[in-house]
T-cell receptor
Framework: KQEVTQIPAALSVPEGENLVLNCSFTDSAIYNLQWFRQDPGKGLTSLLLIQSSQREQTSGRLNASLDKSSGRSTLYIAASQPGDSATYLCAVKTAGNTPLVFGKGTRLSVIA | SAVISQKPSRDICQRGTSLTIQCQVDSQVTMMFWYRQQPGQSLTLIATANQGSEATYESGFVIDKFPISRPNLTFSTLTVSNMSPEDSSIYLC?????????????FGSGTRLTVV
């Protein structure tokens, strides 16, 4: 059974700092991996999607990497801003139309 | 990618009553998924909604408590029945979205349910 772990559970950084969020999964036979952002009491916004054949994806200040063989992904946020404060969720899809398996998330606070 | 409209966005309900949550997708999707997110927790899959067949429920969730409808390829509902305070959560629907090279999942904006 696929399990997804995110470290750290919470992170507080000053504005402008670069930071890395970590995600690990137990079964390396994944179809893709997706990073989401969730603001308090809200739904999920997709940030980046990495297919199993890809090593990384970039969108603006965000960069996500994937090392499928070791079961790890990282989300790098450059020059953090207070507006980046949210919970970041990592989720993997194992095959076809199977549902996503989520980690518990990293709650990020960026202090101005 | 697909856009999912979910409603209501929030509700406060009396215990013992039922609430039906609706999700409308702007394109046809094969499967839709319903998740629950309890306070401070991550997402837990409730069931997979297939068009034209019964929903498939995860361990710990039953049809009598969470009946699901999927009348066509763009719409689904989840009902939370005979509610208790333990049902207070955010409920989210999701669909696999294919288009313009994107093969990920999109989510509705969530329904924040409080049972009193």
């Amino acid at each position: 059974k696929q399990e997804v772990t995110q470290i750290p559970a919470a992170l507080s950084v000053p504005e402008g700092e670069n930071l890395v969020l970590n995600c690990s999964f137990t079964d390396s036979a994944i179809y893709n991996l997706q990073w989401f952002r969730q603001d308090p009491g809200k739904g999920l916004t997709s940030l980046l999607l990495i297919q199993s054949s890809q090593r990384e994806q970039t969108s603006g200040r965000l960069n996500a990497s994937l090392d499928k063989s070791s079961g790890r992904s990282t989300l790098y946020i450059a020059a953090s801003q207070p507006g980046d404060s949210a919970t970041y969720l990592c989720a993997v899809k194992t095959a076809g139309n199977t549902p996503l398996v989520f980690g518990k998330g990293t709650r990020l606070s960026v202090i101005a | 990618s697909a856009v999912i409209s979910q409603k209501p966005s929030r509700d406060i309900c009396q215990r013992g009553t039922s609430l039906t949550i609706q999700c409308q997708v702007d394109s046809q999707v094969t499967m839709m998924f319903w998740y629950r997110q309890q306070p401070g927790q991550s997402l837990t899959l409730i069931a997979t909604a297939n068009q034209g067949s019964e929903a498939t429920y995860e361990s710990g969730f039953v049809i009598d408590k969470f009946p699901i409808s999927r009348p066509n390829l763009t719409f689904s509902t989840l009902t939370v029945s005979n509610m208790s305070p333990e049902d207070s959560s955010i409920y989210l629907c999701s669909a696999n979205s294919v288009g313009q090279g994107f093969y990920g999942y999109t989510f509705g904006s969530g329904t924040r349910l409080t049972v009193v």
